[in-house]
C-alpha cells in the first residue's frame, strides 16, 4: 500500500450527472453507547428528545469523542436507518414505501458496546428481521438477519432490502470510491471516483465491478434511488465521505450470486444540503423460513487520506487493495 499523498481523484460528472442498562433484556427506545472514540446513540421507531423523529430507527446520533459537539447525523434523522423493503412487483406499489419505519420494534441491549433492534414483520412485508450494531473503537459494526415468512417477492426473485444515513450539512456533500465505468458507458480504468448525483434519483446506486444484473421492476417502481442505475461500477465495496476534518467510512462483505450490494446516494435526501449515503442489498437466494444476513463496518474518525480509508478495509477484510 502506497503511503499517504495528495491524490487526484477521477470525477464523475453527470450531464443530466436515557436507557435502562440490562444484558440482553428491553431498554427502552434508546440505547446510548461509548467507545473511547466515539458516542452514539441506538433508536427504534419512537420519537425522543427535542428534535429526534419517529420513524427514523439505527444511529440517531453518532460524534467523536475528543469533545466535538456536532453530530454526523441529520438530528431530525439517523444513520444505518432500516427504510425500504421492496420487490419491484407493482403489487406493491400501492403500499408506504416506508414500512420497515412504522412497524414496531423492539430494542434490546445485549452488552455495554451491542445493541439490537427486532421487527416482527411490516405490515405488508412478511420478514422478520434483527439489526445488530456493536461499537469497537471507531468502528460500528453492523449485521442484519432477516428471515421471509411467506413469498411476497416471488415475481422477480429478490429481496430488496434499503438503509440510508442522513449526513448534516457536509461541506462536501459526494462519496468517494475506487471504481471504473460500466463497460461501453465511459473509462474502463480503476480510479478515485467521486460522484455526487445532480439531483435526488439521478444516477444514484452503484453495482459491483463483475455483475451483468441489474434488478427488475415493474413500471412505474416508485423508490427512486434503487431505479436511478449509475453508469459506474465500484471495484471494492467500500466507500467514504468528508464531514469537515472527519470521515465516515462504509465498508461491506463482497457481493455473491446469493445476495447483491450496492452503493446508493442522494444530494438531499436528508433536505437541502444534507445527502444521504445510502446502500442497498437485493437478496436472489432465498427461501421461506430460511435465515439469511449480510454485514457491514462503518467507520467515523480523523481524515487522512483516501489511501489510510483503503487501509481501514484492507484490515477490516483481509483483501489487498490496489491503489490508483
Not at 205 to 226: K, M, Q, T
Amino acid at each position: 500500500m502506497k503511503p499517504c499523498r495528495n491524490i487526484r481523484v477521477g470525477v464523475a460528472v453527470l450531464a443530466v450527472l436515557g436507557a435502562a442498562q440490562g444484558n440482553g433484556s428491553a431498554v427502552g427506545h434508546i440505547a446510548p453507547v461509548q467507545t473511547e472514540a466515539l458516542h452514539a446513540v441506538v433508536a427504534d421507531n419512537e420519537a425522543y428528545g427535542a428534535d429526534h423523529r419517529a420513524g427514523y430507527n439505527g444511529v440517531s446520533e453518532l460524534r467523536l469523542k475528543s469533545g466535538e459537539p456536532r453530530n454526523l447525523f441529520v438530528p431530525l434523522y439517523a444513520g444505518l436507518n432500516f427504510e425500504h423493503i421492496f420487490s419491484g412487483d407493482a403489487a406493491s406499489f400501492g403500499w408506504n414505501i416506508f414500512e420497515p419505519r412504522r412497524a414496531p420494534m423492539q430494542l434490546a441491549r445485549r452488552s455495554d458496546t451491542k445493541v439490537e433492534l427486532r421487527q416482527d414483520r411490516t405490515e405488508h412485508w412478511p420478514l422478520r428481521s434483527r439489526l445488530v450494531y456493536e461499537m469497537k473503537g471507531d468502528a460500528i459494526d453492523f449485521s442484519f438477519f432477516g428471515t421471509p415468512l411467506e413469498d411476497t417477492w416471488q415475481k422477480h426473485g429478490y429481496i430488496g432490502i434499503f438503509f440510508a444515513s442522513y449526513i448534516q450539512a457536509p461541506e462536501d456533500m459526494a462519496i468517494q470510491f475506487i471504481g471504473r465505468s460500466r463497460p461501453g458507458r465511459g473509462d474502463p480504468r480503476a480510479r478515485w471516483v467521486k460522484h455526487l448525483p445532480e439531483k435526488h434519483g439521478l444516477a444514484a446506486n452503484h453495482r459491483p465491478a463483475g455483475s451483468d444484473w441489474d434488478p427488475p421492476v415493474d413500471d412505474g417502481f416508485n423508490i427512486d434511488l434503487v431505479k436511478g442505475v449509475s453508469d459506474l461500477e465500484y471495484l471494492y465495496p467500500f466507500y467514504f465521505g468528508r464531514s469537515g476534518d472527519n470521515v465516515f467510512v462504509m465498508m461491506f462483505d463482497r457481493s455473491t450470486a446469493e445476495g447483491e450490494l450496492r452503493f446508493a446516494q442522494s444530494p438531499s435526501g436528508g433536505g437541502k444540503g444534507n445527502p444521504a449515503w445510502d446502500f442497498v442489498y437485493f437478496r436472489r437466494d432465498y427461501a421461506v423460513g430460511r435465515a439469511f444476513s449480510f454485514r457491514a463496518r462503518a467507520v467515523y474518525r480523523k481524515f487522512t487520506c483516501a489511501e489510510d480509508v483503503a487501509r481501514l478495509y484492507e484490515t477490516w477484510s483481509g483483501e489487498t487493495v490496489t491503489v490508483p
